[in-house]
């Protein structure tokens, strides 16, 4: 089962470069992610809604038009889909699409950022604490797999100038300490999970000083599945070439299927 994930940075946008549909078509995935779509499905055309038989859901911000937003694509009708975390302090942004599968339940979320100011920041270390308090309750009824951009660099390894953002939000002591949390509670970055310590691994780059040609990125995009999962990775990956937003895709091979 493949799964991809990408922040398209404007559904609409990306839809009329070069990369994206020939992305979509030869993807082969089960589900598609996609996150920051910045649209509402009345906004789109039906080549958007409904590419090569996906179905789609749309989970729209309710405080801003084109902020925000998170949508999936699916081969199948999911078993049930919700929108949001149950609580309305967390569920304004258009940020999460939960979907349940035979499998597993499934998380597309595109995650707060923190950098604007100190309540931004707040806002986003306690959406993580809810995200997470809401997984684990569902995970007793069956495993967790959640993507998306998470907007936060785990160590030194996952972004190119470390030391240059030790104070910067996306990389805090404090932000990096919740990632700790989600792995001690029984998570699993399935990319470090295949690829190891594999380095210059980034899946975001700045529009400035051509970041991205000089790979000078982070790498803030991820699938986590719960633990129960773990033996049933068999690849995980980022897709650097697919251009179109300054986020890239990624992907994770599920082998779930008896």
């Given at each position: 089962m493949r799964l991809l994930s990408w922040n398209v940075n404007g559904i609409r946008a990306i839809s009329e470069k070069a990369d994206f549909f020939p992305w979509l078509e030869k993807s082969e995935a089960s589900i598609i992610a996609l996150q920051e779509v910045k649209a509402e499905p009345g906004q789109l055309s039906p080549t958007l809604l409904n590419p090569y038989s996906y179905l789609s859901y749309w989970c729209s911000s309710k405080q801003k038009k084109g902020?925000?937003?998170?949508?999936?694509?699916?081969?199948?009708?999911?078993?049930?889909?919700?929108?949001e975390l149950p609580n309305d302090k967390w569920a304004q942004e258009g940020r999460l699409i939960q979907a349940e599968y035979p499998h597993f339940y499934f998380f597309n979320v595109y995650f707060p950022n923190g950098q604007k100011d100190e309540v931004r920041l707040n806002y986003k270390l306690g959406y993580y604490d809810a995200f997470l308090a809401h997984a684990n309750k569902l995970r007793k009824k069956k495993p967790i797999v959640v993507c998306g951009d998470f907007n936060t660099a785990h160590h030194p390894i996952d972004l190119a100038r470390p030391?240059?953002?030790?104070?910067t939000s996306g990389f805090l002591?404090?932000?990096?300490?919740?990632?700790?949390?989600?792995?001690?509670?029984?998570?699993?970055?399935?990319?470090?999970?295949?690829?190891?310590?594999?380095?210059d691994a980034y899946s975001w780059w700045s529009f400035r000083a051509g970041s991205r040609d000089k790979?000078?990125?982070?790498?803030?995009?991820?699938?986590?599945?719960?633990?129960?999962?773990?033996?049933?990775?068999?690849?995980?990956?980022?897709?650097?070439?697919?251009?179109?937003?300054?986020?890239?895709?990624?992907?994770?091979?599920?082998?779930?299927?008896?």
């Amino acid at each position: 089962m493949r799964l991809l994930s990408w922040n398209v940075n404007g559904i609409r946008a990306i839809s009329e470069k070069a990369d994206f549909f020939p992305w979509l078509e030869k993807s082969e995935a089960s589900i598609i992610a996609l996150q920051e779509v910045k649209a509402e499905p009345g906004q789109l055309s039906p080549t958007l809604l409904n590419p090569y038989s996906y179905l789609s859901y749309w989970c729209s911000s309710k405080q801003k038009k084109g902020y925000s937003g998170v949508a999936l694509y699916s081969l199948t009708e999911p078993i049930s889909i919700s929108y949001e975390l149950p609580n309305d302090k967390w569920a304004q942004e258009g940020r999460l699409i939960q979907a349940e599968y035979p499998h597993f339940y499934f998380f597309n979320v595109y995650f707060p950022n923190g950098q604007k100011d100190e309540v931004r920041l707040n806002y986003k270390l306690g959406y993580y604490d809810a995200f997470l308090a809401h997984a684990n309750k569902l995970r007793k009824k069956k495993p967790i797999v959640v993507c998306g951009d998470f907007n936060t660099a785990h160590h030194p390894i996952d972004l190119a100038r470390p030391k240059e953002n030790e104070e910067t939000s996306g990389f805090l002591p404090i932000e990096r300490k919740w990632l700790d949390k989600l792995v001690s509670n029984g998570y699993v970055d399935t990319f470090r999970h295949i690829k190891g310590q594999e380095k210059d691994a980034y899946s975001w780059w700045s529009f400035r000083a051509g970041s991205r040609d000089k790979n000078i990125g982070w790498r803030i995009d991820y699938f986590f599945v719960s633990k129960e999962l773990e033996g049933k990775i068999k690849n995980a990956w980022i897709e650097p070439k697919v251009k179109g937003s300054d986020h890239c895709p990624v992907g994770l091979e599920l082998d779930v299927y008896p």
